[in-house]
């Protein structure tokens, strides 16, 4: 009995060390940080894959006229922005989908997070929001930095910038780094900021 429950205890460790290390970040790995701004200022997507993937998401209208329902959209960048985020497979596999504000009658910019699945586009995640910058990670899919729109209603607002992070198949909140009023620049601030937002967060599903 005492040998099975020290085998037990030892794999119970080992596996602890092992997720330990597996998140761990190399110490020779230097990220590199791209900022992101959309201005949906494009006139054609410089890749036809990109409006092959708008009309799979079903998001948009490929044969769009004006007298279709309001928030229907065509597929162009004038509404819609690609990125990429996970470095291991191709765009049409993986991919970010900036969305502009009043798209399918959706007040806010949103930020969709698509992946491929069995061979079908899968919606992994959505932010209430917009990219700011993306920072690499040594398994090749990149953390992200989201400004979080928050309508606190009477035509007030809050934004929330946060870092995510995809573990387990999809992207969790990890902390907050700022809002409105600047960046949070002390671990006191940082770390009380990132439990009020996280919370308010959830209660809103501003990350789903």
Do not use: W
């Not at 494009?42 to 329902?69: G, H, N, V």
């Amino acid at each position: 009995m005492r040998i099975f429950v020290f085998l037990a205890t030892c794999t119970f460790l080992f596996s602890c060390k092992s997720e330990e290390k597996k998140n761990e970040q190399p110490e020779d790995f230097k990220s590199d940080t791209t900022k992101v701004t959309t201005l949906f200022d494009q006139i054609s997507f410089d890749e036809k894959i990109k409006y092959e993937l708008l009309a799979e998401t079903r998001i948009c209208q490929p044969f769009y006229t004006d007298s279709m329902a309001p928030g229907q959209v065509a597929c162009t960048p004038k509404h819609f922005a690609f990125y990429e985020y996970n470095h291991k497979r191709p765009l049409e596999d993986a991919f970010l989908l900036q969305v502009k504000a009043g798209v399918n009658e959706y007040d806010y910019r949103r930020l969709l997070i698509f992946t491929r699945e069995k061979g079908k586009l899968i919606q992994m995640n959505g932010i209430n929001g917009y990219l700011v910058e993306k920072r690499t990670r040594p398994n090749e899919i990149d953390d992200l930095v989201v400004a979080i729109i928050d309508d606190l209603g009477n035509n007030k607002f809050d934004r929330y910038d946060v870092l995510i992070r995809y573990t387990d198949g999809k992207y969790h909140f990890v902390e907050a780094i700022g809002d409105l009023y600047g960046t949070f620049d002390t671990k006191e601030l940082k770390e009380r900021a990132s439990k009020m937002i996280k919370e308010r967060i959830e209660e809103k599903d501003l990350i789903f």
